[in-house]
T-cell receptor, first 117, second 111 residues
Framework: DTGVSQNPRHKITKRGQNVTFRCDPI?????LYWYRQTLGQGPEFLTY????????KSRLLSDRFSAERPKGSFSTLEIQRTEQGDSAMYLC???????????????FGPGTRLTVT | GNSVTQMEGPVTLSEEAFLTINCTYT??????LFWYVQYPGEGLQLLLK?????DKGSNKGFEATYRKETTSFHLEKGSVQVSDSAVYFC??????????FGSGTRLLVRP
């Protein structure tokens, strides 16, 4: 069990460019979550997947954001036409489901820090 | 809606001092409650949790008790160490199993 990994760890981009982040969850974890954390704040929920299905999206997730989890393994988060307000730490977490269908606690990756100049 | 409120930091203590970080929540029903810790340059780590009223979560000398009467989940430690310096986040798990976090409390422990 190698934990949740995220790539890249840091990304600097110019306003208007597209960026894509990757998250590899703990193997066999059914659920995968994306959160965003701005400086001095707690993480805010963006979206989550159960296997390959995206089940919920926050109103924070504008049309410029899209997430996928093909085959229920790794996930990607793409931001199109980046804006300076997108600068934040993007966190990924994964969890497994109990036999009763309730998720266990979430395990977080180290995050991808995005800076939009 | 669901929300979590934490005491503002930074909290500065001397080594071996007693720590309390206050956390209160607003939620429908009785959500599971968590404390996460974020050390400098690292990701969030689960510190402890409680899943029902009167449960006490504990780990590494830290404790928190789920109090439904006061809708609180305060974090305590009897004797802090320099290595406990970090940012601490209180969180609740809502009905769709996503986490709602407080804004975090920075703890600085001086030798």
């Amino acid at each position: 069990d190698t934990g949740v990994s995220q790539n890249p760890r840091h990304k600097i981009t110019k306003r208007g460019q597209n960026v894509t982040f990757r998250c590899d969850p703990i193997s066999e974890h059914n659920r995968l979550y994306w959160y965003r954390q701005t400086l001095g704040q707690g993480p805010e929920f963006l979206t989550y997947f159960q296997n390959e299905a995206q089940l919920e999206k926050s109103r924070l997730l504008s049309d410029r954001f899209s997430a996928e989890r093909p085959k229920g393994s790794f996930s990607t988060l793409e931001i199109q036409r980046t804006e300076q307000g997108d600068s934040a730490m993007y966190l990924c977490a994964s969890s497994s489901l109990t036999t009763s269908g309730r998720p266990y606690e979430q395990y977080f990756g180290p995050g991808t820090r995005l800076t939009v100049t | 809606g669901n929300s979590v409120t934490q005491m503002e930091g930074p909290v500065t203590l001397s080594e071996e001092a007693f720590l309390t970080i206050n956390c209160t929540y607003t939620a429908t029903g009785y959500p599971s409650l968590f404390w996460y810790v974020q050390y400098p340059g690292e990701g969030l780590q689960l510190l402890l949790k409680a899943t029902k009223a009167d449960d006490k979560g504990s780990n590494k000398g830290f404790e928190a008790t789920y109090r439904k009467e006061t809708t609180s989940f305060h974090l305590e430690k009897g004797s802090v160490q320099v290595s406990d310096s970090a940012v601490y986040f209180c969180a609740l798990m809502d009905s769709s199993y996503k986490l709602i976090f407080g804004s975090g409390t920075r703890l600085l422990v001086r030798p």
